[in-house]
């Protein structure tokens, strides 16, 4: 750490609390990675929580001269979230929204991610209008900083053209807020030499007749090279010219502080097509005629080595397949209207359109969301199709240029001969061709001198490329950072760029404000810092380091996210193998591995969620279960696998004595006693507040001549798991979900059948999250047995009552560890498709949360969940949390992780919420605890506002004898 660091940091520590300055080499390189190819790691990371603590910074930093670098979500590409300095994380603490105007605007603090803004806005019918392929990870701070656009946005919904107001801290800590007018009047006074500063550069643009015409020709692009100095020539009034240009100003300006937003309509139809040209020439043709007709909200051109790259996908039209031409491409094309009757005019019209284009061939547009789903899937999978096959070691670098659309046929074709050139041969070309917008993608090893030095004979002939040959965008919407920002004189001209230099110095005279971005005095800023990739485990090596996986980690803000795990494995791995380690390399080692124990693999839930979000498939948890090794008790675990009943029985028992400690010392004492137990014995597992009482016994199954008798000839086996034999569905206790399950198969006709020896079963689930592999192997050769015998050899369907038992087995039996004649249905797609058809709907929540547990997720039932949800309730609300953390036992042994990962549920629940709903025992004792609210099995709640339909009422519907016969389709 440099003096002038150590001295900042020393005066800091007077204002923020230890926790939250980092700066062991564990965190500080954790923290310091972004998605971009470049690795800087910064000496102190500070996570900010106030304005009044960014200012403090601020000041700090001046007097210190020290540069400071803010981020919030870390999905940046081109190196502009990264600092070996000061690093400043504003994501946390950082996330009210604000509704505003019925929807028409949206108050936004930078920590907000991208899609939790629309998820506010639906109701509403609106989105706000950036759309990034990032926007489930990406931060409001970012998105605007960056100027982000996507897919649908173009240039006419990016941050810049819906602006409302915006909140800014300048670097001299100033607060400037446009949506209050004593902020502004007190700003136009304290600043106005700030103010005449940026009139005057405004006046010298146009007093320049070729810089004025080359920014009103850029910016007829998308662009987001350097900074938007169309604010110049947009506004006359200097204020409004302030914050324009912080949009797009990578933080090198100040600090956007908040944001609102004038919002764009959300349109609820779409349909979607796939449509192929012989010759690029063609398409692009077709790309200008589509933008004159106005019609298409977005239009996305795919060159022929992209359909080649993901032709091992299935889900495409048959044209897609096979041997295309050499100069092929494909279009897909989205159409978008409020109504279904506005829909198929807007197709229609399209279709035509494109059918006059003579495409070699046209899926014709598609609505169902299941198949436009698929063909936007495929185009995203474009960048993880080259990233998953990159060679160890290699980097994924993606990059975005604009050209002019009338010449996008001839960009595509001079990139492609780069490529060719430069012997990218693994490289694709694709992008939102109605803006002239690519993107390309490569895997450069910037693990010599001759690969650093082709990589960078290769950008110096793209940018001679782009901006000069055919004056368009080297940086269309992903930002200048340290990538391109040697390059910005070359793309604006001596001109553009010395003004682009006065607008930095104005701003941030002392040059502390993320230093070499957009702005650099080094030539080869972009050739420092290269990110290398290096080895790490099978796993993980095709990891690129995006953090898409972040948000869906509850360990994230605890301990590590499943990037961050990955980056440190690789730097461990990588230190490892050096044949002849500094003595600072030994060290870095040693505190490395101490700490990765604990932060990378202790506390990481290993439910795999993360791989839902990466775009390459990682699943991190796996890792970590690998690297945590074969259980240490296997013979404990056998023994308790052989006596499953007798230790059910038993922690019945236990729970019987936490409700009496209970009623005797209280809840709060009793608590406090487990904690205390649990620090000095660890294996005494801790129990959450809202654990419940011991489970009844469970109910008799009814006889065939009773079943008989009221009609329930359908057979259905029902496993119940071992933790719902433990726990009971009521807080209280005394009862079990089994008489629920009961009740509702009662009411659809349906008789249950228990497995026998039922008590000793288990699906193996809590032996396999301790890699006891022994006893979850026999705990699933023994409920396979019996499932086998109830269903008579897979004749009967096998009810499966709680999410991630039901997952584990289903799992097992593609993996070939379950007989394939089971039928085997988790609960809630056996009571969406079986169950629900059959009963009336007597009642209704006014409001009921909703929580997807993993397994859920994983196996493709949110939907059913939700709706069987829907059927109860009148409004439901589903907060954005992939894993709540409970994870199986950890949530008795980690019960940190469990907080920390359902820590922002009380604020995402509405007032007056009546309860909620999920299908894992475990993660609603979690909820429960958390949120304050009773977290319901669905199986209690669809028991509680349903009754059976009348006879009339089935036969007339028609199921009367669908029911056997669906269930003999199951079989």
């Not at 803010?70 to 081109?78: E, H």
């Not at 295309?324 to 279904?340: K, N, R, T, Y």
């Not at 004056?471 to 001596?494: F, I, M, Q």
């Given at each position: ?7 900042f ?6 204002h923020?609390?230890?926790?939250r300055?980092?700066?062991d ?31 403090t ?26 600092s ?53 990870t ?47 009047a ?41 900074y ?17 240009l ?6 090198t ?13 959300d ?71 409020g ?15 494109v059918?006059s284009?003579?495409?070699?061939a ?8 299941k ?77 010599s001198?001759?690969e650093?030095?082709?990589?960078s ?6 940018s001679?490329?782009?901006?000069v ?52 005095a080094?030539s ?7 990110k ?34 990955i ?33 990378g ?63 005797m ?6 608590h406090r ?28 199954l ?59 079963l ?14 979850a ?32 087995l289903i ?10 004649r089971?039928k ?42 939700l ?29 940190a ?13 509405p007032?007056?919420?009546?309860g909620?709903?999920?299908?894992s025992r ?5 909820l ?10 669905i ?33």
């Amino acid at each position: 750490m440099t003096p002038s660091i150590q001295a900042f940091l020393a005066d800091l520590s007077r204002h923020l609390p230890a926790q939250r300055l980092l700066t062991d080499p564990l965190r500080t390189l954790a923290y310091g990675t972004d998605a971009s190819f470049y690795r800087l790691v910064p000496q102190v990371v500070v996570l900010a929580r106030s304005e009044a603590e960014v200012a403090t910074l601020l000041l700090l930093a001046h007097v210190h001269r020290v540069p400071m670098t803010l981020r919030a979500a870390g999905t940046s590409l081109s190196g502009q979230a990264v600092s070996d300095s000061v690093l400043v994380l504003v994501n946390e603490g950082w996330t009210k929204q604000e509704v505003l105007d019925e929807g028409l605007r949206i108050r936004l603090q930078p920590g907000v991610i991208g899609q939790h803004a629309n998820d506010t806005l639906r109701p509403y019918g609106r989105k706000i209008g950036p759309d990034p392929a990032s926007i489930a990870t990406a931060r409001i701070g970012g998105m605007a900083a960056n100027n982000s656009s996507g897919m649908c946005c173009g240039t006419a919904q990016n941050s810049y053209h819906t602006l409302s107001d915006l909140r800014v801290m300048l670097a001299d800590g100033t607060v400037l807020d446009t949506s209050e007018p004593d902020s502004v009047a007190a700003f136009r006074t304290s600043h106005a030499g700030l103010l005449d500063g940026l009139q005057a550069l405004s006046q010298r643009v146009h007093d320049n007749a070729d810089l004025l015409a080359r920014i009103r020709h850029k910016y007829r692009l998308k662009n987001t090279t350097g900074y938007g100095i169309n604010a110049l020539v947009d506004f006359d009034d200097p204020l409004d010219m302030l914050v324009h240009l912080m949009i797009g100003s990578e933080g090198t300006l100040g600090f956007i502080a908040g944001i609102t937003y004038d919002t764009v309509p959300d349109l609820a139809h779409k349909a979607s097509a796939l449509v192929l040209f012989d010759t690029l020439d063609a398409c692009c043709r077709a790309v200008t005629a589509l933008k004159a007709q106005g019609r298409v909200a977005a239009v996305e051109l795919v060159d022929r080595r992209s359909i080649a790259a993901v032709q091992g996908k299935p889900g495409m039209p048959d044209f897609m397949y096979g041997v295309l031409p050499g100069d092929a491409a494909a279009l897909l094309i989205e159409v978008q209207a409020g109504d279904a009757a506005q829909l198929r005019e807007h197709a229609d019209a399209v279709d035509a359109l494109v059918r006059s284009c003579e495409p070699a061939a046209h899926s014709g547009f598609a609505a169902d969301p299941k198949v436009c789903d698929t063909y936007w899937a495929l185009r995203k999978g474009l960048f993880p199709a080259v990233g998953a096959v990159r060679p160890v070691g290699s980097t994924c670098v993606i990059e975005d240029v604009a050209f002019p659309v009338e010449r996008l046929a001839e960009g595509v074709r001079g990139l492609t001969e780069l490529f060719d050139r430069f012997h990218y041969d693994e490289a694709l070309v694709f992008g939102h061709a109605l803006d002239g917008n690519l993107h390309f993608v490569f895997t450069p090893a910037f693990d010599s001198d001759a690969e650093v030095r082709r990589y960078s004979d290769f950008m110096d002939a793209v940018s001679q490329l782009v901006a000069v040959d055919f004056g368009g965008s080297l940086k269309a919407e992903h930002g200048t950072g340290r990538n391109v920002a040697p390059y910005v004189a070359l793309e604006w001209g001596d001109d553009g760029y010395a003004l682009m230099r006065d607008i930095k110095r104005l701003f941030d005279p002392a040059g502390l404000l993320n230093p070499d971005v957009i702005i650099s005095a080094q030539s080869d800023i972009h050739l420092r810092h290269l990110k290398r990739l290096p080895a790490a485990d099978p796993i993980v090596d095709t990891c690129i380091e995006c953090g898409f996986c972040e948000p869906a980690c509850p360990s994230n803000g605890l301990s590590l996210t499943p990037r961050q795990r990955i980056v440190l494995w690789r730097r461990i791995q990588q230190l490892r193998r050096e044949p002849t380690p500094s003595s600072q390399e030994v060290q870095l080692l040693a505190e490395l591995e101490a700490e990765y124990g604990w932060a990378g693999i202790d506390t990481c839930a290993a439910t795999g969620m993360c791989a839902t979000r990466c775009p390459v498939g990682i699943n991190t948890g796996a890792l970590m279960k690998q690297l945590k090794g074969p259980s240490e008790h296997e013979a404990t675990a056998d023994r308790i696998e052989r006596h499953m009943g007798a230790v059910i029985g038993t922690a019945r028992t236990g729970l019987g004595a936490l409700q009496l400690a209970q009623r005797m010392i209280g809840s709060r004492s009793t608590h406090r006693l487990n904690e205390m137990a649990h620090k000095v014995i660890p294996v005494v597992p801790v129990v959450p507040a809202a654990t419940p009482g011991p489970a009844a016994a469970l109910p008799s199954l009814p006889t065939r001549a009773a079943a008989t008798a009221v009609g329930q000839l359908n057979e259905v086996v029902y496993f119940v798991s071992c933790v719902n034999r433990c726990f009971a569905e009521s807080p209280q206790g005394g009862d079990n979900l089994a008489q629920h399950t009961f009740s509702l198969f009662a009411k659809a006709g349906l008789t249950p059948v228990y497995p026998p020896n039922l008590s000793s079963l288990c699906c193996g689930q809590p032996f396999d999250s301790v890699n006891a592999s022994g006893a979850a192997d026999s705990a699933l050769q023994r409920t396979n047995a019996a499932l086998l015998q109830a269903s008579r050899d897979g004749a009967l369907p096998v009810y499966l009552d709680n999410a991630p038992c039901s997952l584990r087995l289903i799992e097992a039996q593609k993996a070939g560890q379950l007989d394939a004649r089971l039928k085997l249905f988790d609960a809630t797609r056996f009571l969406a498709e079986r169950v629900l058809p059959r009963l009336k709907v007597i009642k209704q929540l006014a409001r009921l949360a909703v929580h997807v547990p993993c397994a859920t997720a994983k196996a493709g039932q949110r939907g059913d969940l939700l709706a069987l949800a829907r059927a109860c309730a009148i409004e439901l609300h589903v907060p954005d949390i992939a894993c709540c953390g409970f994870a199986g036992s950890k949530g008795f042994t980690v019960p940190a992780l469990n907080a920390n990962g359902l820590r922002h549920l009380r604020e995402a629940l509405p007032q007056g919420c009546d309860g909620g709903v999920s299908t894992s025992r475990t993660c609603q004792i979690g909820l429960s605890t958390h949120s304050g609210l009773h977290y319901a099995s669905i199986e209690a709640l669809l028991d509680d506002c349903t009754v059976a339909r009348s006879p009339h009422a089935i036969r007339r519907a028609g199921l009367a004898e669908a029911a056997p016969s669906n269930l003999q389709e199951a079989r």
